[in-house]
T-cell receptor
């Protein structure tokens, strides 16, 4: 069975602080993809990053970085020097190639960035 | 290109009423999905269709039915709405296994 766990329900930080959002996943598949999506207060879902199960390289995109570790089944997301515009709900998701490319989401982490 | 279009955007039902949420895509994607979003629960998969002519249950299928009418359209039906089905519903599509989901703008459904 597939499962995605985001243990942090809400995080509150002050602007310019660094913050890490945790994601732990479970799957029996050897081939799978992990994703992060952002949902700002407007409600739409915005794709942030995709990582396949064979690529454990960390990735940095501006103030965003992602740390994928298969040994701990984790795919954590760090925002450096947070800004008020980063306030949103962030979802981690897992897609595997069995069962018709079913994509399962974690419960989400709501991030509040205060000025 | 419209992408993924969901109708209606808002709906209020009384307990026991039925309705169908419509989803249409113009991206020629094979796979389509219905999710519901509830506070603290994330997005939970209701039903999905890997390709035209196939549908499968997701995590929370009870109380719902779906129809993959053709490659473009995937509808979600509530036969007898219950207050527990009050939620925001998202339709999504997927080109391939290694691709991101494309989401509609959501339907806010309230069942009184």
């Amino acid at each position: 069975a597939q499962k995605v766990t985001q243990a942090q329900t809400e995080i509150s930080v002050v602007e310019k602080e660094d913050v890490t959002l945790d994601c732990v996943y479970e799957t029996r598949d050897t081939t799978y993809y992990l994703f992060w999506y952002k949902q700002p207060p407007s409600g739409e879902l915005v794709f942030l990053i995709r990582r396949n199960s064979f690529d454990e390289q960390n990735e940095i995109s501006g103030r965003y970085s992602w740390n994928f570790q298969k040994s701990t089944s984790s795919f954590n997301f760090t925002i450096t020097a947070s800004q008020v515009v980063d306030s949103a709900v962030y979802f981690c998701a897992l897609t595997s190639n069995t069962g018709g490319f079913k994509t399962i989401f974690g419960a989400g982490t709501r991030l509040f960035v205060k000025a | 290109n419209a992408g993924v279009t969901q109708t209606p955007k808002f709906q209020v039902l009384k307990t026991g009423q039925s309705m169908t949420l419509q989803c249409a895509q113009d991206m020629n994607h094979n796979s389509m999905y219905w999710y519901r979003q509830d506070p603290g629960m994330g997005l939970r998969l209701i039903y999905y269709s890997a390709s035209e002519g196939t549908t499968d249950k997701g995590e929370v299928p009870n109380g719902y039915n779906v129809s993959r009418l053709n490659k473009r359209e995937f509808s979600l039906r509530l036969e007898s709405a219950a207050p527990s089905q009050t939620s925001v519903y998202f339709c999504a599509t997927l080109l391939g296994f290694n691709e991101k989901l494309f989401f509609g703008s959501g339907t806010q459904l309230s069942v009184l």
